[in-house]
């Protein structure tokens, strides 16, 4: 039996901000992270491409207002900066 993927341990090098901030990145993370298992069965993000995190953003947020997006797209970008990919996104 595998452990589950520990989101806060992945993204801990490049946090910053303030409490509230963090809790939100981790949680829209893991949210992220779920949302990419179920589709493509890729369990971590050391197996992501880019057109993983381009999905979630234009399909999976694509009801949501404007700010929700923004935090997620945020989100997407620490990621990125995470798994040191130069990877491009836009909202």
Request: proline share 3%.
């Amino acid at each position: 039996m595998s452990k589950p993927f520990d989101m806060e341990l992945f993204l801990a090098s490049v946090l910053t901000g303030s409490h509230a901030t963090r809790q939100r990145h981790l949680r829209q993370g893991t949210l992220i992270q779920v949302e990419i298992a179920n589709r493509w069965q890729r369990e971590t993000p050391w197996t992501w491409q880019r057109k993983h995190l381009a999905w979630f953003l234009e399909h999976r947020l694509n009801r949501h207002s404007e700010m929700p997006r923004y935090y997620y797209f945020l989100t997407v970008r620490l990621l990125a900066r995470r798994l040191q990919k130069t990877w491009e996104f836009t909202l």
